[in-house]
């Protein structure tokens, strides 16, 4: 069964690309799935990468301040992680 909380990760794309780019060719995954999420993370494990995802967020916005495309990319992506983290954490 697959928990809400990794149903909810998959919403958030700073998660998703953390899952399927990273994690998957660094062979923490099998596979970039939610049932593949749900079984390999905790919840705690799920909440912290969600928090430390955000503050690189806030940093990379800091450093592209000058350009709205990017702030406009970064803020969606903040947005998607605050609403993961105040649901879960």
């Known amino acids: 069964m697959i928990r809400q909380i990794a149903k909810d990760a998959f919403k958030c794309e700073a998660l998703f690309n953390q899952f399927s780019?990273?994690?998957g060719a660094d062979r923490y995954l099998d596979e970039?799935?939610?049932?593949?999420?749900s079984d390999t993370y905790s919840d705690a494990d799920?909440?912290?990468e969600a928090d430390y995802l955000l503050n690189r967020l806030v940093d990379e916005r800091e450093h592209y301040a000058s350009c709205?495309?990017?702030q406009d990319i970064i803020d969606a992506e903040?947005?998607?992680l605050r609403?993961?983290?105040k649901k879960h954490a």
């Open 32 to 37: 970039a799935t939610e049932q593949c999420v």
């Open 68 to 70: 709205s495309v990017s």
């Open 83 to 85: 609403a993961f983290l």
């Open 21 to 23: 780019c990273i994690d």
């Open 46 to 48: 799920l909440v912290n």
């Open 78 to 80: 903040m947005k998607q």
